[in-house]
Nanobody
Framework: QVQLVESGGGLVQAGGSLRLSCAAS????????MGWYRQAPGKQRELVAV???????RYADSVKGRFTISRDNAKNLVYLQMNSLKPEDTAVYYC????????????WGQGTQVTVSS
């Protein structure tokens, strides 16, 4: 089992910044990837960014150049730095543990709400 706990969400004005954190614990796979996903009301959950165990990354086109994913393997932490936020970034953001950059998560956190006001 893997436990994931997100934090750092909140309300921010358009153009502002937030940093999300995900603390991971439990029986994580070696060489795992960690991802951030989001789900807006009435929409499907979608990929935001994923980072591999050695630091390789992939991003959704909608966040490239604005969001940065990073990880601290020693502390089992994953971060999502979000800059130049837009109202369309409003969603519940979920952390996911997955086996590779292109895998689907096999564990999810409970999510953290991000609301961007115009």
């Amino acid at each position: 089992q893997v436990q994931l706990v997100e934090s750092g969400g909140g309300l921010v004005q358009a153009g502002g910044s937030l940093r999300l954190s995900c603390a991971a614990s439990g029986s994580m796979s070696r060489n795992n990837a960690m991802g951030w996903y989001r789900q807006a009301p009435g929409k499907q959950r979608e990929l935001v960014a994923v980072i591999g165990s050695m630091g390789s990354t992939r991003y959704a086109d909608s966040v490239k150049g604005r969001f940065t994913i990073s990880r601290d393997n020693a502390k089992n932490l994953v971060y999502l730095q979000m800059n130049s936020l837009k109202p369309e970034d409003t969603a519940v953001y979920y952390c996911g543990h997955q086996l590779g950059l292109y895998s689907r998560p096999n564990y999810w956190g409970q999510g953290t709400q991000v609301t961007v006001s115009s």
